[in-house]
């Protein structure tokens, strides 16, 4: 499997605008009507995946094998956020990205995430046997 070269720096951004499907409430990990944290990570993985999609080959794929998580500020119901994903290193097959969350100025979340570059049908050929 050949691999592509990405330069650290490459980066991407998402948007989400929260709604009650968004809340700690409704998946589960508290009780108070704001931007769950498992959201939030979630938000972060999809900046990565963007940041890496248009530059993978036919065939691989990325997906995610650590991350971890500071979660500073609360967001509520309606407000929008964004991550802002960037590659800081590449270590072989292992894409090490820094992402922050943020509602306009205000840093919601940190997150690091780290993805691997594999082949996708070989993925998924031992996911499912």
């Given at each position: 499997m050949e691999l592509?070269?990405?330069p650290p720096g490459l980066s991407a951004r998402v948007e989400l605008t929260v709604t009650d499907a968004d809340t700690a409430q409704a998946l589960g990990s508290g009780d108070v009507p704001v931007l769950a944290t498992p959201r939030v990570l979630a938000l972060a993985?999809?900046?990565t995946v963007a940041a890496t999609a248009r530059h993978l080959p036919g065939g691989l794929t990325t997906v995610g094998v650590r991350a971890e998580i500071s979660h500073l500020a609360p967001t509520p119901v309606g407000r929008q956020v964004h991550a802002l994903a960037t590659l800081?290193?590449?270590e072989a097959r292992k894409l090490h990205f820094e992402v922050v969350v943020r509602m306009?100025?205000?840093l919601v979340a940190e997150v690091t995430v780290e993805r691997m570059m594999l082949d996708r049908q070989r993925f998924i050929e031992k996911a499912i046997s």
């Open positions: 592509p070269e990405f993985e999809a900046a800081a290193k590449v306009g100025e205000t």
